[in-house]
Structures are given as C-alpha cells and as structure tokens.
C-alpha cells in the first residue's frame, strides 16, 4: 500500500470527479474493511479455537499424572473419574454452568442468560469462546479429583463433581472474568473494586484455588488412606505406581498450559495503539508463553535441589510436582508480569509447595497429588504474586491506563489489596458449599469407601478389574508346574501396610 | 487509528468541480490517502497477528517433542534407570529455560554482531526487536530447539552417567555450544549463513542450508552424545568376554511408540515452523501460492521422509533378522525426520521418499558399525542422529532445488543449488564444510568438558550402582510398583515350590 503514489495520482487532478467516483470509491473502501473484520474473527477464532483444543490437552496430561500417582489398584477407577470430569462437565456446563458464569447482561453474583447456549452466537462470544470455557471448567473439577483419590465412592465422585462444574465454580468464574463480575477488572457498568478489580489472568484463584479448597475439605473429611500415617502417626510413603506416566502427565500439561495462560487473552489480532505497529497483542501473548515456561522451569530446578538437600537424592516426581507449582502460580500474573519476575514466582512457588508438604505431613493430611497444597497454596501464591509484580505498562494493555498496580514496581497497594479479597473470597465460597456437600455425603455413607474395598482395590470391587494385565492366563503353557501354600497367621488382624 | 468508513457525503463534498482548486485537491488527497493508510495498518496488524499465532503454535508442537523424547528415552531402558532418564528429559527443558533466557538466545541471535557469536539481547532485554522482527515467540521457538539437542545427548550416555555431570553438560550445551553452532548458520550476522546481508561474503557464494537443523540440532547433539558414551564406555554387560553384542532391550514398547509418535506429531512444529512466518506472498499478492503453500509442502516432505524410512527399516531388519520389529521401525522412521530436517524446505516431496530410504540404511550401518567398535549408545543417538544427520546434510546439497531456495532464502544472487538437480558443487562444499566445522566444534568442547568431567571422577557411576540402578541408588526409588499390598502379603505369605519333572 503506497500511500506516496496514491498521493501523488490524486493531486494531479482528481479536483472534477462527481458523485459516481465518490461512491465507487467509497464501496471499495467499504469492501476492505468487511474483508478486513471477517479476518480479523477468523484469525481470533483459530487462535481461541487452537488455546481450548490444548487446554483440553491438559485433561490427558491430568489423567496420566493421577494414573502415575496412585496405586496400581486404584487406576480404573482415577482414571474414569477424568474422562467424566469432562463428558458430564460439558453436559452441566453447556446447560447452565456457562451460564452462570458469563450469562449477561446481570448483576455481579451471578449470570442469567444463555442456559443451553440459547442465544450463541453473539458478538461478543462465539462458540469457540464457549468451548474455551468449558475446557477451564473440567480442569477444576479435575484438581480436587486428585485430593480425594483412593477412597472416595465413585457416586459421591459424579454429584461433587458436576456441583463443582456447573455451579460453584462458574459463580467464582463470574465474578472475576465476566463483564458483570462484582470484583472483576473489565466491568464496564458499574465501579471497580478498590478502583482496580482483581487481576486474575487465567485462573490462579478462579481455577487452582477453587479446585484446591474443594479438594482440600473432600480429603478432610474423609481423612487419610489406610496406612498413610503409622500407628505412631508417621507418614508411610504410598508410592504411585509408574513414575513415567507421572512424568508424562507433567509433559502434557505443560504443554497445554500454552493454551491456558497465553489463550486468555482470547484475541490474537489487536494493535496496542499506533505508534509502534509490531508491537501488539500478539506480543502480550508471546510474552505470556514466556513467562509461563520461565516460571515452570524455575520452579522445577529450585525442587530439585531443594529435595537434594532435604533429602538427598534427586527424584522426578517431586521435580514434576514444583514444576506444575510454578505453572499454577503464574497463572495468575503471566500476562503482566516481567519475565524476570516470572523467576521470582517460580523460585518462591516451589518453596511453598515445599512447606505446605511439611505442613499436611505434621497435621497429618493425606491427599495423594498434593493437589491441595500446589493448587490451592501455590495458587493463593500466584494471586498474591501478581498484586506484588504486576507492571504499569502491562496492567495498561490488558486492562486499561490509570489503574494500581503491583507494590513492589510502585503502583500502590490497592491492586494487592484486591487481590488478597480474593483469596479469602473464594475460600470462603469454596468451603460454603462443598464442606457441607463432601459433609452431608460422609453422613449418608456415600463419601468413603469401606476399608475391605480400599484393601482390595477400587478396580477389582467397583471397576470390572485390574487396569494393567501383564501375564495372560494361558501363560500357564510356558511356566514350570507350581503350587503356592498359604502359611497361617496368628493374628488375623495383622496387616502389613 | 483512523477509521476505515467513508463517508459519501464527505467525499463528495471535497471532490466538486472546483475548476482545478489546488487546496481542495489536497484535501481530498488526505482524506483518501488517510484511509488508505488505516487499510495498510490494519493489514499489518492483521499480519502480526497471524504469523505470531502461527509461530507460537509451532513452538508449543516442538515442546511437545520434550514429551515424546522423554517417552522414548524412558521406554528404551530398563526399568531400573526410568526415573533417572525421566528427570534428565524434564531437566534439560528447565535448565534450558533458564539458560537459554539469560544468553543463550543472545549467544545465537544477539545481532547485530560478529560471524561467530551473538551480542545483544542477554535476558532479553530491548526485546522485542521491531527492526530485526524479533518478538517472544521467536524466542520461545528457539528455546524449543535448543532443548531439543541437549535431550538428544542424554540418550547416548543413558544409564550410566551421574546426575551431577548430566546438570553441568546440558547447560553448557544449551547454553553456549549450540547457541554458537546456531548462530554460524542461522543469524543474519552467522559466517555460514544463507541470510548474510552482503550476498558476497557468503561462504561459497551459498551459505549453508540447513533449514530446521539437521546439522545445528541433530548432528551437535550426536556429537556430543558421541563423546559421553566414547569416553564412559560401554554398559556393563552391553559386549560379554568374547566381545559379543548383548541385547539390553528396553522395558516398554508401549512407550517406545507413544514417544515416537508424539516426535512425529512435533516435527509439524519443528520442520515447517522454521519459516517462523506464514503470511507471505511469493512475487504477485492475490495468488493462491505463497509461504503458506511451501509450509505445507515442507510438511509433506516431512512426512514422505519419515514414512520412506520406517517402510525401508521394516523390511531391511525383516531381512536382516526374520523379525518384524516396532522398536527399530520406531527408530528408522526418526532416522528419516532427522535427514529431512535440514532439506525439508527446499526439495521436492519425491525427493524426500530418497532421502528418507537412504537415511534408514545408514542407521541400519551405523548400527552395525558401531557393535563393530564396541561403541555403546542406549538410543542410538549417535547413529541416528549423527549418521542420519550428516546424511541430511549431503542429501540437501544434492537435491535442492532452485526455484524453492530462491522462495526461501531469496536474495539478489542466484544461489547454488542441488549437484543433483544441476546447481553445481559450490552447496556441496559448503556442506562439507558445516559437518566438519560442528564435528570439530562440538569435539573441541563437549568431548574436553566429558574428559574433565571423567577424570574428576564425576562423569560415570559405579558398577554396584549401575547393576541396582540409578533410580534406586540416587532417585528415590523405582519409577514402578504395580502390585502393592495385597499381593506382597499373599507373597509373604506363601512359598513357591516347584515340581520336580523327570
């Protein structure tokens, strides 16, 4: 586009033309832009579309971490209540729990339009946006799923989880990230909280800390598996069963957090302003990859070396758990933080993981993917992180000028303030309603399993068998002739574990 | 920004016959030119946007080849040392993260800056770059390929090195031996380059074309792998007294497979993603061939490669031992990524069928070569990444081809191409000269840093460590328990005994 010649072309004598050239000329013009907006949807929505199919990634990842994470046992039964987070999660979300959650125009508790995507699509959500969306609801319900693991009856597994879905945490959901929400940084109606609204870019609270809290009080009131912590009340490690779907899982939800932090922004195609035409949204978001990966990686080196020191050998499984700390953590700041500071996050976020693993230990809290303590304490982490770090420039671009900012770049307290209601906001709410769900569950004698079910193993009593077969039963063709005796015990009640 | 609207009114009301009004005419310049102006930054922005979307993408295709290598690598040995292998695969992403952050990125691309190494953008600071086009996804590609070659190396030196060495080789790698490497051929600034500024300083008239790094990535990572498992040795029970290979077969296929298949599916990032833009016209705008149309032929190639040389594997080790085998299948369809790897751009996707072929024979000697000299290598890294890598590189050198160079790399000059496709010697010689100019840079430092690290007595384990394995010795335990409880009770509780048979 030469704007030079174009100049040039018209002075020389475009001075006599009548209304036929004005309105052929201003058609054309018309034509580009409707080219140009039917572009701009379409490059948005192969991002957004492209963020959510990885978001969904992050469900395989989940499975296969918890699969490695527990028992060999237990696998069936862990690994079925993954797959249903996210069939009977996109049944509830669908029908109401979007909702909820973005359902507006309403007020800031809840959302009231859009029950079965009735009014989709409209211009400001699209299907991908929904689809988006739901992708982040299942991850929620997916992190309690790990804290109540082993014990807990598959019934009370699909009434807490589609409560999770599709009411308490939409309702969180809305009043951060919708336009309606009562503490949320984009409400356009109405003042915002402390003047700043609570900065919660992809979910540090509204996803891990929900999660986290719900799984914290299942994991409570159930209490520990047989045989976590020994007659004299010391913890007996319950080793998963492969560390390399551990490892894999990690890898997996690594990858997909690349569609969870960065494809918040849900557009690609936005220009901040004129004056540097390179620099636009599509640098936020690249900026956001980074700072996701920077805190992660820390966060994995500093466990590592932490662990060497505390107790002396260098273990992966620990390493995948601060790795997903840091990511957990940043999930909060990622679009408005340095990349520096995004090494601060993780340095500190494996330290808290660290701690609160000592803490649960002493109190004798037993959740077997430490996923209330890396997602509800290192995600109140990252929520705090973010009202410390974030900086004016990138509060700015993402949110819109004169807005507080992080304490230590300068910009006040007010953004931490905000920030710190969050915290206790969702706790509260979190433990408002699934303490008394997981509570009225134990009662009815629907929350934990009985003792001779969780001895045998979900998966022989509730889940048609053993998850792994790796000797088939004519292997007998190839074995020397065997007999095994059974020795008699004298106390029938002795058991090893 | 200005609007896009026009309004007819407007328009019309500066453009009345005014008998030739020179002010009025201006006016009405501005007012067109003005839109015009809105139209061409918006098509910018438009186009930032999809070749950032299209560039992060690839880059997060390329990390999940961390995940597939790390399957790979854990399926390939034994059970013993999974956790130990496993760690070594998260850790090269985490170390490389943070290395690679605070210069590695700046030792290859930091321009503008000398022939040999980069200058700016340590912890990417001024970043991004508007006027070399560098914006955090470019970084976050590179980070993805660099990790890439150091996970390449663990594989040679696998179940058997110690922890503390595998921390100090892979940062030094990812930090400063393969940045350096990358920035010979792929800077603007590199001496080797394609890309140089000045079409005459380039090496031989032609640079080097090596366009995802079949050289850069695979052969450094080889090399270096190359002279860890040299100077460790052998895996005790790896060539018995009469100096007879044994097999030491990994523990899971299953595993084997799924990584194989997750590389495969990262190679759409790695190979195609190396144009790092997508919306670019080829000469005329409007036409329906552009980058966009040489990425998909650079995923086609990629493909035919890797499918040429699983077929040819299958049925050469048929041949060879009577046996249909997944694993060496496994291992022969990423011999045929990694020859492809540095030509995939700029041959036609018949091209890659040979290339593919020829590259499953040389890992199938290579192999054979390397029991020859007793030379051990878990993953046959070496063999496949170094001999399939080299191959790659003499491959591009033959069957390059004009029109796509001249697309890719552009440029005033008329580039040389493939010896094979009647351009000539001079890409041939360049070649030869990348193989023996990363041969000999990666020997001088990797292959020292192994020396010290093996004379300081930190480079492999002991042998009672290595008969337990690491994974029980420093790892905290085994990476597997599928029986707990019940059954060790039932073991407890019972003796086995075995009928005598006449």
Request: proline share 3%.
């Amino acid at each position: 586009m030469a704007s030079q010649s174009c100049a040039a072309a018209l002075l020389g004598g475009l001075a006599n033309v009548n209304t036929t050239a004005a309105n052929f000329i201003c058609g054309q013009l018309d034509a580009i832009n409707q080219k140009l907006t039917d572009t701009t949807y379409a490059v948005d929505n192969t991002y957004l579309l492209f963020s959510a199919y990885l978001v969904f990634a992050m469900q395989l990842g989940f499975a296969m971490l918890c699969a490695g994470s527990v028992r060999a046992k237990n696998t069936m039964n862990i690994m079925l209540t993954n797959v249903l987070d996210a069939a009977a999660g996109g049944l509830s979300y669908y029908l109401f729990g979007y909702a909820f959650a973005f359902g507006g125009p309403s007020n800031g508790f809840i959302g009231r339009h859009s029950f079965g995507l009735s009014d989709f699509p409209s211009p400001s959500a699209d299907y991908s946006f929904f689809l988006y969306q739901w992708a982040f609801a299942i991850a929620a319900a997916g992190i309690t799923s790990g804290s109540i693991a082993e014990r807990t009856q598959f019934v009370a597994y699909l009434i807490y989880s589609s409560f999770l879905t599709g009411f308490v945490y939409p309702i969180v959901s809305h009043w951060f990230w919708s336009s309606d929400g009562w503490a949320s940084p984009t409400r356009t109606n109405r003042s915002l909280l402390f003047g700043s609204g609570v900065i919660d870019f992809a979910g540090s609270g509204v996803v891990h800390m929900v999660g986290g809290v719900a799984g914290l009080w299942g994991a409570l009131i159930e209490g520990p598996r047989i045989g976590r912590f020994d007659r004299s009340g010391r913890s007996v490690a319950l080793r998963g069963h492969s560390a390399s779907l551990v490892v894999l899982g990690s890898f997996m939800l690594w990858f997909g957090w690349y569609g969870f932090n960065p494809g918040s922004f849900l557009t690609i195609a936005k220009s901040y302003g004129k004056s540097s035409v390179y620099y636009g949204q599509w640098s936020a978001i690249g900026r956001t990859a980074v700072t996701t990966t920077l805190a992660g990686c820390t966060a994995a080196l500093t466990t590592l070396f932490s662990k060497r020191l505390l107790v002396g050998h260098w273990n992966v499984i620990d390493v995948c758990n601060g790795l997903l700390a840091g990511f957990a953590a940043i999930t909060s700041g990622c679009s408005v933080v340095e990349p520096w500071a995004a090494i601060v996050c993780g340095f500190v976020a494996a330290w808290v993981l660290i701690g609160l693993n000592m803490l649960a230990a002493k109190v004798k809290f037993d959740d077997p993917l430490e996923a209330t303590q890396l997602h509800g304490g290192c995600g109140a982490w990252g929520v705090l992180f973010t009202g410390l770090f974030a900086t004016k420039k990138y509060v700015a671009e993402v949110y819109g000028s004169e807005r507080p900012y992080g304490l230590l770049m300068g910009g006040g307290g007010k953004l931490l303030a905000a920030q710190l209601i969050e915290i206790l906001v969702v706790s509260g709410w979190v433990t408002a309603t699934m303490l008394p769900l997981f509570y009225g569950l134990q009662k009815m004698n629907l929350l934990r399993i009985s003792r001779e079910d969780e001895t045998a193993g979900m998966d022989l009593t509730r889940h048609g068998g053993f998850a792994y077969a790796y000797h088939d039963e004519d292997d007998g063709f190839a074995k020397p002739a065997m007999y095994m005796m059974g020795r008699i015990e004298p106390s029938p009640e002795a058991n090893p574990l | 920004m200005a609007t896009l609207t026009c309004s007819v009114a407007e328009l019309q009301s500066l453009l009345i016959n005014n008998g030739g009004n020179t002010s009025i005419a201006t006016e009405t310049a501005k007012y067109i030119c003005g839109r015009f102006d809105a139209i061409s930054n918006n098509f910018l922005d438009t186009n930032h946007a999809v070749d950032n979307t299209y560039l992060l993408f690839s880059s997060y295709l390329v990390f999940a080849m961390q995940l597939g290598f790390a399957m790979l690598c854990a399926g390939s040995v034994r059970a013993k040392n999974t956790m130990n292998i496993m760690l070594t695969n998260v850790l090269d992403a985490a170390t490389g993260g943070i290395f690679y952050y605070l210069f590695g990125f700046a030792f290859a691309f930091g321009s503008s800056s000398n022939g040999f190494i980069g200058e700016h953008f340590f912890g990417l600071t001024q970043f991004p770059s508007e006027s070399l086009s560098f914006d955090y996804a470019n970084f976050l590609f590179q980070w993805a390929f660099a990790i890439a070659a150091a996970g390449i190396t663990s594989g040679s030196i696998a179940e058997r090195t110690q922890f503390v060495s595998y921390l100090i080789y892979s940062s030094f790698l990812t930090g400063l031996v393969y940045p350096v490497v990358s920035h010979w051929f792929w800077s603007s600034d590199g001496w080797g380059s394609p890309a140089r500024a000045d079409p005459g300083t380039l090496l031989f008239g032609s640079g080097v074309i090596d366009f995802a790094g079949s050289g850069v990535v695979h052969l450094v990572g080889a090399v270096a792998g190359f002279w860890g498992a040299f100077i460790e040795g052998p895996r005790i029970g790896r060539f018995n007294h009469e100096g007879k290979a044994v097999a030491m077969k990994g523990h899971s296929g299953t595993l084997v497979v799924l990584g194989t298949f997750l590389l495969w599916f990262g190679w759409y990032g790695f190979n195609p993603g190396s144009f790092l833009i997508i919306s670019k016209a080829y000469g005329k705008s409007g036409s329906f061939y552009g980058q966009w149309s040489a990425i998909g032929r650079t995923a086609v190639t990629t493909t035919l490669a890797g499918c040429s040389a699983a077929l040819t594997t299958l049925f050469g080790r048929r041949l060879q031992t009577g046996h249909w085998i997944v694993t060496d299948v496994c291992n022969g369809l990423l011999g045929g990524f990694a020859a492809i790897t540095a030509g995939c751009s700029v041959v036609d996707p018949w091209a890659a069928v040979i290339c593919g072929f020829f590259a499953a024979w040389v890992l199938i000697g290579c192999n054979i070569l390397a029991e020859k000299f007793k030379y051990d290598d878990p993953l046959e890294a070496f063999q496949l990444h170094g001999g399939c890598g080299v191959w790659g590189i003499i491959f591009t050198a033959l069957f390059a081809k004009k029109e796509y160079l001249n697309e890719v790399f552009g440029g005033p000059i008329d580039r040389p191409y493939g010896l094979l496709m009647g351009g000539g010697g001079r890409l041939l010689a360049a070649h030869v000269v990348q193989i023996l100019v990363i041969v000999g840079w990666v020997s001088v430092t990797m292959g020292a840093l192994f020396f010290v690290l093996h004379k300081l007595k930190l480079l492999r384990i002991s042998s009672e460590e290595e008969m337990e394995g690491l994974d029980l010795t420093s790892h905290g335990g085994m990476a597997y328990e599928y029986h707990h409880g019940e059954l060790e009770l039932l073991q407890k509780r019972s003796i086995e005994g075995t009928r005598i048979d006449p």
